[in-house]
């Protein structure tokens, strides 16, 4: 099914062409006429499915018709939990927007950076991208208001339950006009999600696209088997032979992040870390620079890399292995995606080795493993 017969407009199907997107995936399949015809949405999908696009085209094009002139009062608001993935969503409607006729203006806008910019910027912003927290102190120091909003999106809520965010997003609810459009995302469904989906939503639509076992069967999956002390030769050693670039790194603790970027730079290897310590600059500087591909290695972990995605990705790596099932398949999952193949490459050290065996039960696939001792490195 082409994107031509999704209902979209003329500008927004150019603007599509220009971003080389040629067939819709099967979220964006579903829920983009729907949003078109107002519909409240339950979306389950995962990460890299396609979603953002899926509801910032209609979303555009809906705000279309209805775009409000008053200052301060924004039209659309898009919940998220992390400050990257806040970055990205605006980024997206930012590609998409100047195509269409009216000018449309969209913010995001996130803790722990100086709140004084965001009040400032926010004078004529139609499409507002926020985290729960910054949005209730810009609330509370009235630099924008909620009682135009004609869609709300809520985008990775299960991210957003996880982290503590329920109270905050009952807040918010509870100031927003009671007729408006919702759009709820999620990349499971949890008892908190359906709690959340009771409160927020009209009747919604629920879509579910189930495509792991899709992207995982692009992805080439080796696991090398390695005492925890040699990992890091091994990894340099990998990288270094095979001439990776664009290498994701996955490690489990903000120091672990540090300490791998450390030593890859060390060894001659252009390397970064990003985590919920990094200052917003540096996270936002490595996220640019390893999109744009100037940044060879990029060492993150799980929630940083929520902001991280890259249509053609070509390895990811588990530095160490996540501590269930789908998040390894989360992880992978950042790779093999829009049918481009992938490699996804486990070091998995003698204590892992049970949990790696879980995991290829549930995944239920086998991946070939290397003993690293036959690498000689």
């Known amino acids: 099914m082409p994107f031509t017969s999704l209902g979209l407009s003329p500008a927004l199907l150019k603007a599509l062409a220009d971003q080389n997107y040629t067939l819709p995936t099967p979220i964006q399949q579903a829920v983009i006429p729907a949003i078109l015809n107002k519909k409240d949405i339950l979306g389950i999908a995962k990460t890299g499915s396609g979603k953002t696009a899926g509801y910032v085209l209609p979303v555009l094009m809906n705000l279309q018709h209805t775009i409000e002139t008053k200052n301060r009062h924004v039209n659309v608001l898009v919940l998220v939990p992390t400050r990257e993935l806040a970055v990205q969503v605006k980024d997206v409607f930012q590609v998409f927007s100047p195509f269409l006729t009216h000018p449309i203006k969209t913010l995001a806008v996130f803790g722990g950076v100086s709140i004084n910019p965001q009040m400032m910027a926010l004078q004529g912003v139609h499409i507002l991208v926020a985290t729960p927290g910054r949005l209730l102190e810009l609330l509370d120091s009235k630099a924008v208001h909620l009682t135009d909003i004609d869609t709300l999106v809520l985008d990775e809520a299960d991210k957003m339950l996880n982290l503590g965010f329920k109270e ?210």
């Open 168 to 377: 905050e997003m009952t807040r918010i609810i509870d100031l927003l006009p009671k007729k408006r459009q919702n759009l709820l995302f999620s990349a499971t469904l949890t008892d908190d999600i359906k709690q959340i989906n009771q409160i927020v939503l009209n009747d919604p639509l629920v879509i579910k696209i189930d495509a792991e076992q899709d992207t995982i069967d692009t992805i080439t999956q080796v696991g090398y088997l390695v005492p925890d002390e040699k990992k890091g030769p091994l990894l340099r050693y990998l990288i270094k032979k095979h001439d990776m670039k664009q290498v994701l790194v996955f490690a489990a603790s903000t120091y672990q992040t540090d300490n791998i970027a450390d030593k890859l730079r060390k060894n001659g290897i252009d390397a970064k870390a990003i985590h919920s310590k990094k200052s917003q600059g540096a996270r936002t500087e490595a996220l640019r620079d390893f999109k744009s591909g100037e940044l060879r290695v990029l060492v993150a972990t799980d929630l940083m890399a929520r902001g991280i995605d890259i249509n053609f990705l070509p390895y990811v790596i588990n530095y160490e292995l996540p501590r269930s099932p789908k998040d390894y398949i989360h992880r992978i999952g950042r790779t093999g995606r829009a049918e481009a193949p992938g490699d996804a490459i486990s070091l998995v050290s003698p204590q892992e080795l049970h949990h790696f065996g879980i995991i290829q039960k549930k995944m239920g696939k086998l991946i070939n493993t290397i003993d690293s001792e036959s690498l000689g490195f």
